[in-house]
C-alpha cells in the first residue's frame, strides 16, 4: 500500500540550531513529494515539492528538504529555526496508483517546537 | 491560504441537522478537494472533483455529500448520518488532480451542541 510516515510526533529544537523533520515514503512508480506547514487553527501552507530532477529542494521560509531514493526518504531541513517556525509539518506523496491516482497521501503530522 | 476561502469560520450543529461547509476559490483551478482533520490523524480525503459536474468519493465519505456546479465552488454537507462531526475541515485546490500542489483554504471548525 502506499503510504507517509513522520516517525516522530513532536521535535524541540533550540532556536539558532539546525531542524530536521523525518518523512518516509511508500509508493510504486517515481514519488511526488511535498511538505506543507500549519499553525494553529489555520489552512496548510506550501512549502516545497520535488518532482524530479536535483535531490536538494530549497522552498519557503528558508526551509529544504532532500529526497533520497536509497532510503525512501524526504526529510525536511532548516539551517538556523526561528521560534515562528513552531508548527504542525505534514509530509504528503502523490498517489500513483488506481482509481484515487493523482491525490495526495499525508503523514500524520510532526510538531516543530523551537524554544528561545 | 492564498485565494480559497472557506465559510464559516466556526459552525455549529444540533442533533439531526444538516449543516453546510462553503469553499470558493478564484484561482481558475479545475480539481478541488475536502479533508477532515482530527488530533493525531492528519488530514483524511471525503470527496474530490477533477472537473465541473463531477466527483468522487475519499477514503471517508460516509454522512457526507457534495456538489460541483460552479468551477469556483465546492460545498461540503455533513448530515445527521455522521455521527461524530466534530473536526477541522479543510478545502483544497489545485490546477488538476494530476497536479499534485494543492493550496488550501483556512478551514473551519465544526462543534456538535
Known amino acids: 500500500a502506499q503510504s507517509v510516515a513522520q516517525p516522530e510526533d513532536q521535535v524541540n529544537v533550540a532556536e539558532g540550531n539546525p531542524l530536521t523533520v523525518k518523512c518516509t515514503y511508500s509508493?510504486?512508480?517515481?514519488?511526488?513529494l511535498f511538505w506543507y506547514v500549519q499553525y494553529p487553527n489555520r489552512g496548510l501552507q506550501f512549502l516545497l515539492k520535488?518532482?524530479?530532477?536535483?535531490?536538494l529542494v530549497k522552498g519557503s521560509y528558508g526551509f529544504e528538504a532532500e529526497f533520497n531514493k536509497s532510503q525512501t526518504s524526504f526529510h525536511l531541513k532548516k539551517p538556523s529555526a526561528l521560534v515562528s517556525d513552531s508548527a504542525l509539518y505534514f509530509c504528503?506523496?502523490?498517489?500513483?496508483?488506481?482509481?484515487?491516482?493523482?491525490?495526495?497521501?499525508f503523514g500524520k503530522g510532526t510538531k516543530l517546537s523551537v524554544k528561545p | 491560504d492564498g485565494g480559497i476561502t472557506q465559510s464559516p469560520k466556526y459552525l455549529f450543529r444540533k442533533e439531526g441537522q444538516n449543516v453546510t461547509l462553503s469553499c470558493e476559490q478564484n484561482?481558475?483551478?479545475?480539481?478541488m478537494y475536502w479533508y477532515r482533520q482530527d488530533p493525531g490523524q492528519g488530514l483524511r480525503l471525503i470527496y474530490y472533483?477533477?472537473?465541473?459536474?463531477?466527483?468522487q468519493k475519499g477514503d471517508i465519505a460516509e454522512g457526507y455529500s457534495v456538489s460541483r456546479e460552479k468551477k469556483e465552488s465546492f460545498p461540503l454537507t455533513v448530515t445527521s448520518a455522521q455521527k461524530n462531526p466534530t473536526a477541522f475541515y479543510l478545502c483544497?485546490?489545485?490546477?488538476?488532480?494530476?497536479?499534485?500542489?494543492?493550496?488550501f483554504g483556512p478551514g473551519t471548525r465544526l462543534l456538535v451542541l
Open positions: 484561482l481558475n483551478h479545475d480539481a
Open positions: 520535488y518532482i524530479t530532477g536535483d535531490n
Open positions: 504528503a506523496v502523490r498517489d500513483t496508483y488506481g482509481g484515487s491516482q493523482g491525490n495526495l497521501i
Open positions: 472533483s477533477q472537473i465541473v459536474n463531477d466527483f
Open positions: 483544497a485546490s489545485s490546477p488538476s488532480l494530476m497536479e499534485g500542489t494543492q493550496y
Open positions: 509508493v510504486s512508480g517515481n514519488p511526488y
